[in-house]
């Protein structure tokens, strides 16, 4: 098991930035492959970003590449996401995500531990 607890999330202006962390415990040599995913209210979960294990591949959706950037400190067991230049359509609950897999996936069901999220609410 692993268990992941995000932090970070706030209410700040358009063009704000803030940074979402993700403490991972339990036996976090399973989470090969940590990701970011987001809510927001009426809408399905989507895809934001992932990262490999060694953190040589990442991924980002589209709608925020340039503007977000995912890291992860193994000896810390945390995963983190520098959101800059926020828009009022980033409001949403952000998830962290982890899984056995060696690749970065955008899928959600390809993931199998998930934190209770963080909420991040841009204001215009």
């Known amino acids: 098991q692993v268990q992941l607890v995000e932090s970070g999330g706030g209410l700040v202006q358009a063009g704000g930035s803030l940074r979402l962390s993700c403490a991972a415990s339990?036996?976090?040599?399973?989470?090969?492959?940590l990701a970011w995913f987001r809510q927001a209210p009426g809408k399905e979960r989507g895809f934001v970003s992932a990262?490999?294990?060694?953190?040589?591949?990442?991924s980002y959706a589209d709608s925020v590449k340039g503007r977000f950037t995912i890291s992860r400190d193994n000896a810390k067991n945390t995963l983190y996401l520098q959101v800059n230049s926020l828009k009022p359509e980033d409001t949403a609950l952000y998830y962290c995500?982890?899984?056995?897999?060696?690749?970065?996936?955008?899928?959600?069901?390809?993931?199998?531990?998930w934190g209770q999220g963080t909420q991040v609410t841009v204001s215009s």
């Open positions: 995500a982890a899984d056995l897999r060696l690749d970065p996936s955008n899928i959600s069901n390809d993931y199998t531990y």
């Open positions: 339990g036996r976090t040599f399973m989470s090969n492959t």
């Open positions: 990262i490999s294990w060694a953190a040589g591949r990442t």
